[in-house]
């Protein structure tokens, strides 16, 4: 198996479709978002947040997955994959993904040093370009950071999740 994608047999369950629970998160009216409301980016960009668990673990954690518009060659904003329209009927249903913790390069958490993250990870994703989406760089077991020269230039090639253009891609795309 690939270290750099998910087991093909992973599968989590979408749990929940939602907006962001911060104070300060812009909201705007779209007919096929949460209860006719989207989130938005400070460019402008559509996004909300899927919640997803272990459909065989009742007592696992669940873990949020922001889900964000891309831009076309005119810098227009689309939804190439993930349309809430059509992640909506999704909700309950069992989809290929998994939930994957890998050390990081360090960052601070309320003034401690984090070396791990943790993120929802799904079919036709690679690790590294979603970690890095996020703003984490993966480190290898010998503390070396795993730089993209140790993958092919199509692993950092994702639809789902894109945080260009955004002031803190660390803090839009988060795992909340």
């Known amino acids: 198996m690939d270290v750099n994608t998910i087991n093909p047999t992973a599968v989590l369950q979408l749990v929940a479709v939602r907006l962001s629970a ?14 006719g409301k989207l989130n938005l980016t ?3 960009r559509k996004y909300y947040i899927s919640v997803f668990r272990d459909p065989s673990n ?11 518009q891309t831009t076309d060659s005119e810098d227009n904003p689309v939804w190439k994959a993930g349309n809430p329209a059509l992640i909506q009927q999704f909700v309950g249903k069992v989809i290929p993904g998994d939930i994957v913790t890998k050390s990081v390069v360090p960052y601070t958490v309320d003034g401690r040093e984090v070396m791990s ?3 929802v990870v799904l079919k036709g994703e690679t690790i590294t370009s979603v970690f890095k989406g996020q703003g984490h760089q993966l480190m290898t077991s010998d503390g070396v950071i795993a730089g993209e020269a140790a993958f092919e230039e199509s692993d950092f090639e994702s639809d789902t999740v894109d945080p260009a253009g955004t002031e803190n891609p660390a803090d839009v795309f988060a795992t909340e």
Do not use: H, Q
């Open 22 to 35: 911060k104070a300060d998160a812009t909201l705007v009216d779209d007919k096929d978002g949460v209860n």
């Open 42 to 44: 400070s460019d402008g």
């Open 58 to 68: 009742p007592f696992g954690a669940e873990r949020t997955r922001v889900i964000a």
């Open 117 to 119: 993250y943790t993120s």
